[in-house]
């Protein structure tokens, strides 16, 4: 017996994307999940994370070091923002 035996879950190109079906199904079905948590598999893609945001779904994912990130903030800068040196 195949392990995905429907044909949508054949189509799906990688884990972040079929995480994303799964858990819009699982949310649609009123199953309680108080937060998401994943490793930077899942948290570097960043379809998966603006989903997430955009349904005001708490979530924690890791990222890589050198995954791009925003922030807007008007009380928070960087240290090169201060002057200062990054690293």
């Given amino acids: 017996m195949p392990a995905c035996p429907d044909s949508r879950c054949r189509r799906l190109s990688n884990k972040p994307e079929l995480a994303r079906r799964m858990l819009e199904h699982a949310l649609d079905q009123g199953i309680p ?47 090169r923002d201060r002057g200062g040196t990054v690293g």
């Fill in 33 to 79: 999940a108080s937060r998401v948590t994943r490793d930077s598999v899942y948290g570097g893609n960043r379809s998966l994370r603006l989903w997430l945001w955009d349904r005001a779904h708490r979530f924690v994912l890791a990222v890589t070091c050198n995954e791009p990130l925003w922030w807007q903030s008007s009380l928070h800068a960087s240290r």
